[in-house]
């Protein structure tokens, strides 16, 4: 069976640093927000091209953290509206939620399944204060386009970064192509940690002092609260891991590149409709989703010549249960996302003898 993604793989590359790692942190006795969490933050921070970067427990929290701050700060307030993709996962929406701001769906583009630009200054009210815009799959928003429409209505831009570590347009990086910007290092993602992480990148002084208090229960000094915070804090050993993936990012998104440049060149059955790319620099590839109209059957198909796939995301997020207000809106091709889409095998340790494999299952489903 070739798997989706071999995570065991992946990380065994690092054993021996992960192991010195634990080392350390035990040999230190200092396990939250300690030197592994500051030097990961300050790579991180360089990394993305940003001034600030915050450790958080997960990209969810990354998010939420995000948006509370900026009510913290006076720009935000309960009942405002966010525009956010449609076809996200639920957690972009979720943060909206969280922190009692309201989600406003808008379509995507059926061709690469971004934020459909052109839809977007449509869905602004008087209420609307922020645009969460997703860099799903890997491939980055048009941000400038988003950009200058929240700069013409006086909007925060809020990147969703959580699948687009890497990523680059015009020699910037995904974290610091809007105001502030969430990443989660869930084991899956480009930048995995072996556990849960996240963090924050952003430019603004105020956000990043703010943010610093927040994920840890309000406080900058011990015992001394200014705001109703939370416990988010990235893991220390989890930090240190990070520091040893990061070196390696680079690379591993260039090798996820070569597989998706032979997937696009290669893949050349009419009922398999590939993604389209705007930009390769600008897609980090952290999944490659086709689309096609008899999925249940396609899937099948791949199990059983030995291709493991899976679906991001089987129900579109206003088609949910805990989204019961979202339930009656009609979304025509969000719903003909969710409903078609599938994704291949792609990482960095997945060898040529694979891709071809899969290349050839493919173009021999009929």
């Known amino acids: 069976m070739i798997p989706f993604l071999d995570l065991k793989e992946i990380n065994l590359r690092n054993k021996q640093a992960f192991l010195k790692v634990v080392d350390e942190v035990l040999e230190s006795g200092w396990f939250i927000l300690g030197d592994k ?11 993305c091209g940003t001034k600030y970067c915050i450790g958080v427990a997960n990209g969810l929290d990354a998010l939420i953290l995000i ?14 509206e966010v525009i956010v993709p449609a076809n996200t996962y639920i957690a972009s929406i979720i943060a909206i939620s969280k922190v009692r701001l309201v989600p ?11 934020i459909d630009i052109t839809q977007i200054e449509k869905a602004i009210t008087q209420k609307t204060k922020g645009i969460l815009p997703v860099h799903l799959y890997g491939q980055l928003c048009d941000m400038q386009a988003i950009n200058a429409i929240a700069k013409k209505h006086n909007l925060k831009v809020i990147e969703d970064s959580a699948q687009s570590h890497g990523a680059i347009i015009e020699s910037k ?6 105001d502030a910007s969430g990443f989660s290092f869930y084991p899956g993602k480009n930048l995995g940690a072996l556990g849960d992480g ?21 406080s900058h000094v011990k015992y001394q609260h200014l705001y109703i915070g939370i416990n988010s804090r990235l893991d220390e050993i989890q930090a240190g891991f990070l520091s ?20 696009l060149s290669k893949i050349d059955n009419p009922l398999i409709t590939l993604p389209v790319v705007h930009n390769k620099e600008a ?10 109209s008899d999925r249940a059957k396609f899937q099948a198909y791949l199990q059983q010549n030995d291709i493991q796939t899976v679906i991001h995301y089987p129900i579109a997020p206003h088609k949910q249960e805990a989204y019961t207000f979202l339930n009656g809106q009609s979304l025509v091709t969000t719903e003909l996302i969710h409903s078609s889409i599938l994704s291949l095998p792609i990482s960095p340790v997945l060898n040529n003898t694979e891709v071809e494999t899969i290349i050839n299952v493919i173009n021999n489903y009929v």
């Open 244 to 263: 040893i993936k990061l070196k390696q990012l680079d690379a591993d998104n260039a090798r996820r590149k070569e597989i998706a440049d032979h997937y």
């Open 283 to 292: 897609h980090a590839w952290h999944l490659f989703v086709v689309r096609v």
């Open 104 to 114: 406003v769906l808008v379509e995507p583009s059926l061709d690469d399944y971004l």
């Open 198 to 218: 996240g963090a924050i990148t952003t430019n603004d002084e105020a956000l990043a002092t703010t943010l610093f208090a927040l994920r840890n229960y309000g």
């Open 37 to 47: 969490v500051k030097k990961f933050e300050d790579e991180f921070a360089q990394y």
């Open 67 to 80: 948006l509370e701050a900026y009510k913290e700060l006076g720009v935000l307030q309960e009942g405002d």
């Open 173 to 178: 990086r995904s974290g610091n192509l809007g």
